[in-house]
């Protein structure tokens, strides 16, 4: 279950040169995710500071320490981790490891979205994966598989967004203007393996009925993607698709329009959401949101399944609908951030809707939330 995205539960301690000198410096906890006993910090580093991640466990015995560091883990060299005799660290500063994580159970998942020119990957987590358990927390958290993807290419982003559910992991990848969703499972190929099972693309750009493409089904409710640079053009032309935050001044940029389908993503049982916050819908920039439902036959031949994009039913341009997103345990509620949406007349003051599943197994929007206290440049909606 994912934390929200700035989270404040952890520090990681970079140590980075300046002058000759060795400075420490503090950078709280970037993503954040927890399960049960279980949490695990994301920390991405700096231009010359590789990122790493932290695990941390319930104590339910010393009430004083309630949560216990754990460990602190890297990307490897290994890709086939039960095969490794050793594993030694090749993680370094501008892979972005630790930007995005998330948990399930004793399993967690890290993305790396820099590695390789910006090709990007994913690293998988278990808690004791080791044939032999000696006891000690050197061997608790460790690697046990790096997922790419099968069309890999330089400047995929592949890892920006990472969700984790059960058996079911989602990656996506920002590529400009064609955005995916990876969708992976456990033991497919193979015991313990993380076999790719289906991307999830963004629907077509242009107007009439939106279709997945390579995806089978076609209930949608917008009816255009980003088609044009909108609020998010840059002066030189590109427009911004993200931008690191205490990163100097790295961006993620295309020379062409994207509707940034990928930025963000969850997983909750058999369902999927991954956002677009660029979506064009009525105006520029407005924003939207993609539903799937995941479905075990997928493995064999894509069979018809609920597919749905929506967007807030007020939303504005430059609202940034489906910047962030959550959706309950029981499947039975969403969660959409709306970061820049203007409320009693504040700039990007901010909005989160709530999305409800009725009988037919499709989300509507059930209500709006909007800080009682509106102020200009809050973000509201920014994490959930």
Not at 5 to 16: A, D, I, K, R
Not at 77 to 98: E, I, M
Not at 163 to 176: E, I, N
Request: charged share 15%; net charge negative; proline share 4%.
């Amino acid at each position: 279950m994912r934390a929200p995205t700035c989270s404040q539960f952890s520090v990681c301690y970079l140590t980075v040169v300046a002058d000759g000198c060795e400075v420490c410096k503090q950078i709280s906890g970037w993503d954040v995710a927890v399960s049960g006993d279980f949490v695990v910090s994301g920390c991405y580093g700096s231009t010359s500071v590789a990122g790493k991640v932290e695990f941390f466990e319930r104590n339910p015995v010393d009430g004083s320490a309630p949560w216990v560091f754990i460990a602190s883990r890297s990307a490897t060299s290994c890709s086939n981790p039960p095969s490794c005799t050793t594993q030694s660290d090749v993680s370094a500063a501008g892979d972005f490891f630790g930007y995005s994580v998330d948990i399930s159970g004793s399993t967690a998942i890290v993305g790396s979205f820099g590695v390789t020119t910006n090709t990007g990957a994913a690293y998988i987590f278990e808690r004791g994966f080791d044939t032999v358990f000696d006891g000690t927390t050197s061997n608790m958290w460790r690697l046990s598989k790096v997922l790419v993807a099968p069309d890999a290419a330089t400047n995929s982003f592949f890892g920006f967004s990472v969700a984790l559910d059960g058996s079911y992991a989602l990656v996506t990848s920002l590529k400009a203007n064609d955005g995916k969703g990876y969708l992976f499972a456990r033991n497919y190929g193979g015991v313990n393996n993380w076999g790719y099972v289906k991307a999830i693309s963004q629907p077509a750009i242009g107007a009439g009925a939106l279709d997945y493409t390579g995806n089978a089904g076609a209930k949608h409710s917008v009816n255009y993607w980003s088609d044009g640079s909108g609020t998010a053009a840059r002066t030189d032309g590109e427009q911004l698709q993200h931008k690191a935050p205490y990163y100097g001044d790295y961006a993620i940029t295309s020379t062409a329009a994207s509707a940034n389908f990928g930025a963000s993503a969850v997983i909750s049982g058999n369902t999927v959401a991954i956002g677009a916050p660029f979506a064009d819908v009525t105006t520029d920039d407005i924003g939207a949101i993609s539903l799937v439902q995941i479905n075990p036959t997928w493995r064999q031949t894509p069979p018809r399944h609920m597919e749905q994009t929506l967007s807030g039913a007020d939303t504005m341009a430059g609202d940034r609908y489906g910047a962030s997103l959550h959706i309950t345990a029981d499947n039975r509620y969403a969660v959409v951030g709306a970061p820049s949406a203007c409320v009693s007349e504040k700039t990007d003051s901010g909005a989160t809707y709530l999305l409800s599943r009725s009988a037919n197994m499709q989300f509507t929007q059930y209500t709006k939330l909007v800080p009682d206290d509106p102020e200009d440049f809050a973000y509201f909606g920014e994490c959930n």
